[in-house]
């Protein structure tokens, strides 16, 4: 099948458009991609995308499928309603993602093997989910963030099994829940794991050939995850206290940057969220979204590697939103190139999983949207595309 389209973003910040390009896909994979004057003709079977970019499909590196992003409380919601309810809401969410064109789904926990549960309902073909790199479920201290979805341990002999429990499970990568954060009674301003677990947690996900992404929502946390070897840094917030501003900190920016570690910063949490508050709790959140903006940027200027994920799912978060946090991250100084890849090739890059997905070249599978128009010129077009392939399979045409 031969894509054609004005123009073709291969994905990667720097990579020129290719103005006038194709893309051939076979069995699933991308062949060929270039200029449509160099391809030789055949043209039996095409997919004409006049007016129109195609690009890498998108990824949302930071969900929670199993959530419903209605603003339910999040702890009755695991405890209360029953797995099928579960599977119900992720089986939607994951549709929505992908017809939104976002054909990778990083889930940053939920309950039990239910995300696994659902990778393999798409794999048999009963449901039609993107792409997933899954965790199970993240790991915890006792009563730490998201105890409920069942990955509690401590010690460095119990989180070396975690880690080994969810990998025999299907994880690709492991997830630790490095401070508190959102669930009732826990700390966000204060490390959850000792450095000896956090280490060991690094180094058993490392053996089994897993990377670690770390929830950190205050300073000390991000220190604690670097000094282990963590991969990504989730939040990467600089909380103070239960009731304080936050409070930015150059050092822990520095020390980002200088490790390489990539951070998803998931503004998209604030950016929701807003619309459905009043009062004290509005103020409160109208605060941390520009707390959260300032510090993005602040560590976007200090080198850091920015990548796009929503904490969909999360209050009020819904599925079809990495768009709009990546052009949240063009506002806090990243090229809308940059913003771009933030969506695609350099989230793969930081999942690992780039000789995959992420850009549009021979080899890889063949994930690939088309939106209006030029992304690079409007970033807002990549809320409306009009063409969605996963691996090959069409999955939305003109709206279709
Ligand atoms: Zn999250």
Redesign the pocket.
């Known amino acids: 099948m031969l894509l054609t389209a004005d123009r073709v973003i291969p994905g990667p910040a720097g990579a020129p458009p290719i103005e006038g390009g194709a893309v051939l896909v076979e069995a699933g994979r991308i062949v060929r991609v270039g200029r449509l004057a160099d391809f030789d003709g055949d043209g039996s079977d095409r997919i004409d995308l006049s007016g129109h970019t195609l690009m890498p499909g998108l990824i949302d590196a ?3 499928l199993a959530l419903p992003g209605d603003g339910t409380p999040f702890t009755a919601y695991a405890l209360d309603q029953p797995a099928g309810v579960h599977m119900a809401v992720a089986v939607k969410n994951a549709a929505t993602a992908l017809r939104a064109g976002i054909t990778t789904l990083k889930d ?2 939920g309950p039990g093997t239910l995300t696994f549960e659902l990778r393999r309902a798409g794999e048999l073909g009963h449901a039609q989910v993107p792409r997933l790199h899954l965790c199970g479920r993240p790991l915890t201290i006792r009563g730490g963030h ?1 105890w409920y979805f069942g990955g509690e341990c401590g010690g460095r002999d119990g989180v070396a099994e975690m880690v080994r429990e969810v990998s025999k499970q299907g994880a690709d990568y492991i997830k630790a829940m490095g401070s508190g ?1 959102g669930t009732p009674h826990t700390m966000s301003w204060l490390p959850a794991f000792t450095p000896a677990e956090l280490a060991r947690m690094a180094d058993e996900a490392h053996r089994l050939g897993r990377r670690l992404a770390v ?1 950190c929502l205050c300073g000390a946390a991000t220190m604690q995850a670097l000094a282990a070897g963590v991969d990504v840094i ?2 990467c917030g600089f909380i103070t206290g239960p009731d304080t501003p936050q409070r930015f900190d150059p050092a822990v920016a520095e020390a980002v940057a200088r490790a390489g570690v990539p951070v998803c910063p ?1 503004l998209s949490v604030g950016d929701t969220v807003l619309p459905h508050l009043e009062g004290r709790d509005r103020a409160r959140w109208e605060r941390m979204f520009a707390e959260n903006i300032e510090q993005t940027s602040q560590l976007r200027a200090a080198g850091v590697r920015l990548i796009a ?1 929503t ?1 969909a ?2 209050r009020f978060t819904p599925f079809d939103w990495v768009a709009r946090e990546m052009a949240i991250l063009q506002e806090c100084g990243l090229t809308a190139a940059e913003a771009l890849a933030s969506g695609t090739s350099a989230a793969a890059d930081a999942l690992g999983i780039a000789r995959e997905t992420g850009s549009l070249a021979a080899g890889l599978a063949a994930d690939v949207i088309a939106v209006p128009g030029d992304p690079l010129q409007d970033l807002a077009a990549l809320r409306r595309p009009a063409f969605v392939m996963r691996a090959g399979e069409v999955i939305v045409q003109h709206g279709s």
Do not use: P, R
């Open positions: 930071h969900v929670h940053c926990g998201c954060g929830h989730e939040h998931t994920g904490d799912g999360w």
